[in-house]
């Protein structure tokens, strides 16, 4: 993962008796002048191949970040692709006259495709097999919007011959769009959302919290490297929670079932326990039967015993009146024996 700064570098301070008092300091917030190329000293020749780009500084900040941003959100969605070219600030050689130096544009921001992805300091035409840029988008400002849209369209037009060209400005939120039809610029014609389509970049370009952004041919917003970065953060760490919060319901679904387990081994040992306890109820109700019957037979026992008791009593009071009987017979008195 590429590091990311965090601090700016502390300018130098320049000592008062350093400056000169009679220098005056201009304006702080200046728009930086274009500089046409038929400004170039004319008598200086250009070597023909690998030329540096000449392109003066940029308006502003804000300019420089909106040519960042067009350029990195192409190449990351673009980042499997090797055969286009897409630069910002660079300069356009596209003709050579002997003893001239060479005519030259420098738009902000352009694309060439099926070409080879490679470094260069300019793109110089005639050494590129005569390919012009296939998509330009020029940032506008106060001092280059009229050129943006009159010499520089023209040319694009005429010589460059470039199919899409688009002008946007970053502070008025213009934004206008053209497409090549028979050699002609037509204005390109906004969706319902304000978005213009680019033929040879597959892609709508439209604004988007007050910078222009690319739209995939759905209309979804094609992401800034941070914004991805962020987006595949969020989705790790959503990713990460519902990892998480599945281990947690699958841990909950074991110890549930680990308690269900639990739960049927002690119903199942109730349920043993309560057959065991009705067993004995069983076997003492079968001992109360058994001790009952031994109870009813003694009870029988006893009472036959008991009539048995009876007859012998019976028996002998019968034989002890007999015997009287006999005594009284022979005059004897039984009771004075």
Known sequence: MPQ?????????IIPSEVINPEFVFPPTDI???????EVINPEFVFPPIDIESDEPPLESSLHLHQIFLLISCLELLW????????????????????????????????VVLDTEKKDRRSWVVYNEEGV?????VEILSNSTAGVDRTTKKAIYENIFRTPDYFWFHPYTLEFQGFSLVK??????????????????????????????????????????PEEAMLEAIAQTQAETERAKLAMEQAKLATEQAELATERADMATEQAELATERADMATEQAELATERADMATERAELATEQAELEAQRAKEAIAQAEKLAAKLRELNIDPDQI
């Open 4 to 12: 990311i700064l965090t601090s700016l570098p502390t300018p130098e």
């Open 31 to 37: 728009e930086s002048e274009v500089i046409d190329s």
């Open 79 to 110: 980042q499997g692709r090797d055969d286009y070219f897409a630069a910002g600030n660079l300069t356009v050689y596209y003709k050579l006259d002997q003893n001239k130096s060479p005519e030259s544009r420098g738009p902000d921001f352009f």
């Open 132 to 136: 012009y840029p296939h998509v330009i």
């Open 183 to 224: 050699g002609k610029y037509e204005s390109l014609i906004p969706n319902d959302r304000g978005l213009l389509w680019s033929q040879q970049l597959g892609l709508f370009l439209g604004v988007h919290d007050q910078k222009l952004r690319y739209f995939t041919s759905s209309g979804e917003l094609v992401p800034t």
